[in-house]
Every structure is written in C-alpha cells, then in structure tokens.
C-alpha cells in the first residue's frame, strides 16, 4: 500500500525566504501527486497535482513542485514567501487505477511578518 | 455554487449517542470519501465510494458507516460515539482519484465527543 511522508511537520520562516517542503512516497508503480493547502479555518485546496509529462508543475500562488521518480519524491517550493502563505500543507498520493487519494501528516509553515 | 456541503458545521455528542454527518455534492462526481483530520495525524481516510451503491473501507473506518443511495449523497453514520472519535471531518468528491484530478473538499464538520 502506498504511504506519504513529510519530513518537516513545523517550518518557521520570515517574509522573502526561500521555501522548500520535503514529501516522499512509497509505491514502486505509476502514482498520481498532489500539494494541498489548509489555510487556518478553511478546508482543504488543491495547490498543483502531478500527472505524467514535465516534471516540474508549477500551481498557484507561485508554488511549483519537483517530482523525481528515482528519489520517490515530490518537494514543493516557492522562491519567496509571504505571510499569507502561513498554513499547512499537505502532500498526497493516488496509486494508478487506486481508488484512494492518501495524504501525509501535514506540514505546519509559520511565516513571520 | 456548486461544491460539497457538509452539514453540521460543529456538534457534541455524548458517549454512546449517534448521529449522521451529512455530506452532498451538485458536480455529479462519481467519487465521495470522508477523512478525519486530528492534529499530528494528518488526514486519514475513513471510507470511500467510487459510484452510488459502491462503498469501501478506508485506513480508519471501525465505529462508522456509510451508505451511497445516490450520486449526489454520502452520509456518514458514528453507530455509538465515543471519545476518541473527537476530530474534524471532511467530506471530498472527485471525477476520479485514479484520473488524478484531485478533490473537491466540504468545509468540515468539527465533533466532539464528551
């Protein structure tokens, strides 16, 4: 059964660093892969998804993600962040012709002012 | 808008009660699930269906039950509440998760379980 890992589960950083969230996965075949975002008191969105083609996949609000199928990973990045970005993120994974989408345990990023 | 509604948005229960959480959605998507968020934890997946009259177990599913009359519907039953079923629960739909299109989130319905 495939598995999510995030490796940070609280990222504090100022206004204008460089932002990198470490996700792996383990499933040896075809995975679908996605970056969710939780903004306090909101449910869940849809940052970027991976499907197949160009592996890097830029979303919104300037996030992209790199998938790197021999690393099994899947790491977001934004160049600069900003306070607003303060939320939590999660990284999820769909095993081809699965039926289940399973999510990491979230990565809490703090943005300071 | 279209969306998932899930309803209600906060309850208490007692231990041992029971009650539904409801969850509808108007993009007549095929694929419903329901996952609980607790902190550290992440999301965990409780059950899914892929098609009304199709239903399947998740990572978490004991204490709960579902049932899909209906595209639209996806109501999610606690038989005898307990504490530990304290959480927030989501309800998503999709086209389809193995198409990859991601999910569609409701806004959660927080319980708690005294």
């Known amino acids: 059964a495939q598995s999510v890992s995030q490796h940070n589960h609280h990222v504090i950083l100022s206004e204008a660093a460089s932002l990198e969230l470490g996700c792996n996965y383990s499933y040896g075949g075809t995975v679908n892969l996605f970056w969710y975002v939780q903004y306090p008191g909101q449910h869940l969105q849809l940052l970027l998804k991976y499907f197949s083609g160009d592996p890097l996949v830029k979303g919104i609000k300037g996030f992209e993600a790199e998938f790197i199928k021999s690393k099994f990973s899947f790491n977001l990045r934004k160049p600069s962040v900003q306070w607003s970005d303060t939320a939590e993120y999660f990284c999820?994974?769909?095993?081809?012709?699965?039926?289940?989408?399973?999510f990491g345990k979230g990565t809490r990023l703090h943005i300071l002012p | 808008n279209a969306g998932v509604t899930q309803t209600p948005k906060f309850q208490v229960l007692k231990t041992g009660q029971s009650m539904t959480l409801q969850c509808a959605q108007d993009m007549n998507h095929e694929y419903m699930s329901w996952y609980r968020q607790d902190p550290g934890m992440g999301l965990r997946l409780i059950h899914y269906s892929v098609g009304a009259g199709i239903t399947d177990q998740g990572e978490v599913p004991n204490g709960y039950n579902v049932s899909r009359s209906t595209t639209e519907d996806f109501p999610l039953r606690l038989l005898s509440a307990a504490p530990s079923q304290t959480s927030v629960y989501f309800c998503?739909?999709?086209?389809?998760?193995?198409?990859?299109?991601?999910?569609?989130f409701g806004s959660g319905t927080r319980l708690t379980v005294v």
């Open positions: 999820a994974v769909n095993a081809y012709r699965d039926d289940k989408i399973i």
């Open positions: 998503a739909s999709s086209y389809s998760p193995t198409g990859g299109y991601g999910y569609t």
